[in-house]
């Protein structure tokens, strides 16, 4: 068998990994700066302060995508958005980083192409939100090759984010939506709770598919993606099957679906709930005002989310949807 040397499986690691996003990159500029540190133990906290600060220097200004899916954004980029919109502070970014960003990438990242076996743990092993311990190979490299390794990972990440910037639509545009969204919006609340307030609305019908539900299948779904709206406010919860939830995943629904929504809003609306008086809070005092803001936030969705529609659950027929034929639904929306 041919002889490498560490650097010749570093750069394996690194031009030919499978990247979707830029996590492998920074982590490779991390590990670096941390062997520049010199201490072969290092503590979790300090690997995610390191790993956060590359994310925070890249993300100044305007910056290009972090991922090639054009409908989402990685988590660092979440922590850092977060971070910038003054949602959270350093140390909590550090935290989360630590528990939520390294589930992937710490485990993968000696891998080439798929392949796992050829590096092993050469430059390093870990002791999930612990400890990562860096080896000698990692030290020596760094000792070599530093400014050679530097540069190519610094080209390495800009290819990538140009990469993903072609199969992005108006990323700057998308981008300014979902900081609105992120200002105003709130960190993740139980929704479970509201389950039987809704089925009182919708009916024990799955809302993509019209089939009854099962007490042990329902989930609580967002229709417009949480990802992109960040809140939990009842007039974008509905109740669905986990299968019919899981199809739709983060897509955009088609307009009938919402159509239905903007109904079951008023639905509700037509009711004595006191939570009536959120919904109005948020979307307006009278079904015109309202159908108008959901109407606003679907377009916003849209330009987030581009061509990323979901359409339909099979089988699905508006026309025999039931939801439809109820009195409430008639008296409510005439
Ligand atoms: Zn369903």
Redesign the pocket.
């Known amino acids: 068998m041919d002889k490498f040397d560490d650097v010749d499986y570093w750069k394996g690691i690194i031009l030919y990994g499978l990247n979707q996003a830029t996590y492998k990159i920074a982590l490779g500029k991390t590990l670096l700066e941390l062997a520049e540190e010199g201490n072969d133990v290092v503590d979790w906290s300090q690997l995610s302060k390191v790993y956060l600060d590359n994310y925070i220097k890249r993300l100044k200004g305007t910056h290009l995508p972090q991922q090639n899916n054009p409908t989402r954004k990685t988590k660092m980029e979440r922590i850092v958005d977060s971070l910038r919109k003054g949602k959270i502070n350093y140390d909590t970014a550090v935290i989360q980083v630590g528990q939520e960003a390294f589930n992937d990438v710490i485990p993968r990242f000696q891998t080439i192409g798929t392949n796992k076996e050829i590096v092993g743990e050469r430059f390093y092993h870990f002791d999930h939100c612990k400890k990562l311990y860096l080896h000698d190979p990692t030290f020596r490299i760094h000792e070599e090759f530093k400014q050679e390794l530097f540069d190519e990972l610094e080209a390495r990440w800009s290819l990538l984010e140009g990469a993903f910037t072609i199969v992005h639509g108006d990323w700057q545009l998308s981008n300014d939506i979902r900081d609105i969204y992120l200002v105003n919006g709130y960190s993740r609340t139980n929704i479970t709770h509201n389950i039987p307030f809704l089925q009182g609305y919708q009916g024990n019908t799955?809302f993509?598919?019209g089939?009854p539900?099962r007490d042990t299948d329902i989930h609580v779904d967002h229709v417009l993606p949480r990802q992109v709206i960040q809140h939990d406010e009842i007039w974008n919860l509905v109740l669905?099957?986990g299968?019919?939830n899981l199809h739709k995943n983060d897509a955009l629904v088609g307009k009938h679906y919402f159509e239905k929504l903007v109904a079951r809003n008023e639905n509700i609306m037509g009711s004595n709930h006191p939570w009536k008086k959120k919904i109005a809070d948020a979307l307006g005092s009278t079904p015109a005002k309202r159908a108008k803001s959901m109407w606003h936030h679907y377009e916003n969705a849209r330009i987030v989310l581009r061509n990323n529609y979901w359409e339909n659950?099979p089988g699905y027929n508006r026309e025999t949807d039931p939801f439809f034929k109820r009195l409430i639904t008639k008296l409510n929306n005439p």
């Open positions: 799955c993509y598919c089939e539900i669905s099957h299968i019919c659950s």
